[in-house]
């Protein structure tokens, strides 16, 4: 079972994690800039490989605009040997607890063998979060195979920081 959907208009409580270089990255706290948190599945999952090798290629785009995150439920080793096969340049990060998965309104599965993995882990999730801490935009799903177009997110994200459009699908 899911958590309630989260609510966009709304601050998050602001989330530290762990990353593989070796600091923490923070999103829901107030900061200079947009920040986009992506979730992925973790290291079993193959699709989330093509997804962030496709945000790794564009970064340059997104980080012109806002922050960047990525994190799973994984360990750090797994999340380091992510970073050591694919060199991705966003900051990686680790840890994702069940309750925060659960207060992102994220989906969340148990393994289906200990080959996947061991632990329940997040469906994707990407989070549009404006600089006060509130959540602008908001795109779940319940399975790996549903990513935005992260061409057409991104021009979104512009549109809407530079036309300071309001939050939707609050009514």
Known sequence: MTSPKPRVGAA???????????????VGAPKDRWSMLFVYRGKHCPRCKRFLNKLNAVLSDWTAVMDV??????TAEKA???????????????GLTEPQMRAL??????????AETTQNFAEPGAFGIRPDGTLMLVDISNGPAARPDLEELLDGMIFNIENNRPVRGTA
């Open 69 to 74: 995150v990525v994190v799973s439920a994984d």
């Open 80 to 94: 380091q040997a992510d970073r050591a096969e694919f060199g991705w340049d966003f900051p990686l990060a680790y």
């Open 105 to 114: 309104g994220l989906y969340v599965s148990a393994p289906l063998s200990e």
């Open 12 to 26: 998050i409580d602001p989330m530290t994690w762990q990353t593989v270089e070796g600091g923490s990255v923070t």
